[in-house]
């Protein structure tokens, strides 16, 4: 495939793009964050009309929603879109897509080296345009920025996997300036002949990027011993704090049940179930039953947990949600030799059943 050098900066480069894009008819509608001038905040926008994306920012390192739970409810329109993705909501797209909720046929999907994103309460607080210059100093130099999600510093994966179009921004680049954008796939030779650029036939090494993913490992490790959430004794304790708000429901991208069961009529409480539990012990917890949640949660989808760290960052308590998902769901997909949306015909290790598998157990 081909490869053009990007003389400006990328995210520039990719929201020309986009406008080449959309002014050609080559795509519909494009997929992408934006800055909204209003107030200094940041939104997910689908935009139809070349001049929506004149407050594009596609490689801004913040995340409002996951973009791949976004896609999965608009890639069945039949409509052509040019979509920009964060490497963990591609392959959290990619989870959806393996069941049956979402499709790669009228897509073509963008995605970048990636340093993380700043948590929630950041953007909130204003603070972005104020740490945005270090971090891009620091992915430029190959390094793990600081006030990143927790999962976003251990992320290994932060190589796109699978994306039509990949752009490299980190490690091998001075602040943006001089980066990569490679053409991954056919679909994006064709749609993207006429874009400007001088067109090579240069192909991403991974191994310039070693440097962060050692960082990225040694913070993983570090991650994974601080989490005390092992064990049911830490699990009553950790996730007893649990409010019951199920915002991390909302928010994950790999909770893809239609009607959650937590939500259904099974768990809506009456009268007599809270007398009979009364009468046994004498107490009960209000709302209910929010432990079984997150452990229903863990044993339902944790190994397709894909560290985007959303979770987390809605917690109204503080749970390390995601940090949890994410040592246990690589725990549990290590048997199987399973990375979640590493290749959409891999089939999930729950939807496999093979008699050889944990013969040990008897």
Request: charge should be negative; proline fraction near 5%.
């Given at each position: 495939?081909?490869?053009?050098?990007?003389?400006?900066?990328?995210?520039?480069?990719?929201?020309?793009?986009?406008r080449?894009?959309?002014?050609?008819?080559?795509?519909?509608?494009?997929?992408?964050?934006?800055?909204?001038p209003?107030?200094?905040?940041?939104?997910?926008?689908?935009?139809t009309?070349?001049?929506g994306?004149?407050?594009?920012v596609p490689?801004?390192p913040?995340?409002?929603?996951?973009?791949?739970?976004v896609?999965?409810?608009?890639?069945?329109?039949g409509?052509?879109?040019?979509?920009?993705?964060?490497?963990?909501?591609?392959r959290?797209?990619?989870?959806?897509?393996?069941?049956?909720?979402?499709?790669?046929?009228?897509?073509?999907?963008?995605?970048y080296?990636?340093?993380?994103?700043?948590?929630?309460?950041?953007?909130?607080?204003d603070?972005?345009?104020?740490?945005?210059?270090?971090?891009?100093?620091?992915?430029a130099?190959?390094?793990v920025?600081?006030?990143?999600?927790?999962?976003?510093?251990?992320?290994?994966?932060?190589?796109?996997?699978?994306?039509?179009i990949?752009?490299?921004?980190?490690?091998?680049?001075?602040?943006?300036?001089?980066c990569?954008?490679?053409?991954?796939?056919?679909?994006a030779?064709?749609?993207?002949?006429?874009?400007?650029?001088?067109?090579?036939?240069?192909?991403?090494?991974?191994?310039?990027?070693?440097?962060?993913?050692?960082?990225?490992?040694?913070?993983?490790?570090?991650?994974?011993?601080?989490?005390?959430?092992?064990?049911l004794?830490?699990l009553l304790?950790?996730?007893?704090r649990?409010?019951?708000?199920?915002?991390?429901?909302?928010?994950?991208?790999i909770?893809?049940?239609?009607?959650?069961?937590?939500?259904?009529?099974?768990?809506?409480?009456?009268?007599?179930y809270?007398?009979?539990?009364?009468?046994?012990?004498?107490?009960?917890?209000?709302?209910?039953?929010?432990?079984?949640?997150?452990?229903?949660?863990?044993?339902?989808?944790?190994?397709?947990c894909?560290?985007c760290g959303?979770?987390?960052?809605?917690?109204?308590?503080?749970?390390?949600?995601?940090s949890?998902?994410?040592?246990?769901?690589?725990?549990?997909?290590?048997i199987?030799?399973?990375?979640?949306?590493?290749?959409?015909?891999?089939?999930?290790?729950?939807?496999?059943?093979k008699?050889?598998e944990?013969?040990?157990?008897?």
């Amino acid at each position: 495939m081909s490869s053009i050098t990007i003389e400006t900066s990328a995210s520039r480069k990719v929201t020309d793009l986009l406008r080449f894009l959309l002014e050609n008819g080559r795509i519909d509608a494009a997929l992408t964050m934006r800055k909204i001038p209003e107030n200094n905040s940041y939104d997910l926008g689908l935009i139809t009309d070349a001049s929506g994306l004149d407050d594009a920012v596609p490689i801004v390192p913040v995340m409002t929603a996951n973009a791949g739970k976004v896609l999965s409810s608009i890639s069945a329109s039949g409509k052509n879109l040019a979509v920009v993705l964060k490497p963990c909501e591609l392959r959290a797209f990619v989870e959806l897509v393996k069941r049956e909720q979402g499709s790669f046929d009228n897509l073509l999907t963008i995605s970048y080296t990636c340093g993380g994103v700043f948590p929630l309460d950041l953007v909130a607080a204003d603070r972005i345009d104020e740490l945005l210059p270090k971090y891009e100093k620091n992915i430029a130099k190959g390094e793990v920025p600081l006030n990143t999600r927790d999962t976003c510093r251990a992320c290994e994966h932060f190589i796109p996997m699978n994306a039509d179009i990949s752009v490299s921004v980190a490690g091998d680049c001075e602040s943006g300036t001089g980066c990569m954008m490679y053409f991954n796939t056919e679909k994006a030779d064709k749609l993207t002949e006429g874009f400007p650029g001088e067109r090579g036939e240069l192909e991403f090494d991974p191994a310039t990027l070693k440097k962060m993913l050692d960082l990225r490992l040694a913070e993983k490790e570090k991650l994974f011993t601080s989490v005390d959430g092992q064990g049911l004794d830490n699990l009553l304790e950790t996730f007893g704090r649990c409010v019951g708000c199920h915002g991390c429901r909302s928010v994950c991208p790999i909770c893809y049940c239609i009607l959650c069961d937590f939500e259904s009529a099974n768990f809506d409480y009456n009268l007599p179930y809270f007398e009979e539990h009364l009468s046994r012990r004498g107490g009960l917890r209000l709302p209910p039953d929010t432990v079984l949640f997150h452990l229903g949660r863990l044993t339902h989808m944790s190994f397709s947990c894909v560290g985007c760290g959303m979770c987390t960052d809605v917690c109204p308590v503080d749970i390390p949600v995601a940090s949890i998902f994410k040592k246990t769901g690589e725990q549990t997909a290590a048997i199987f030799d399973y990375v979640p949306g590493r290749d959409v015909e891999e089939s999930i290790p729950v939807m496999v059943f093979k008699e050889e598998e944990l013969s040990d157990i008897g």
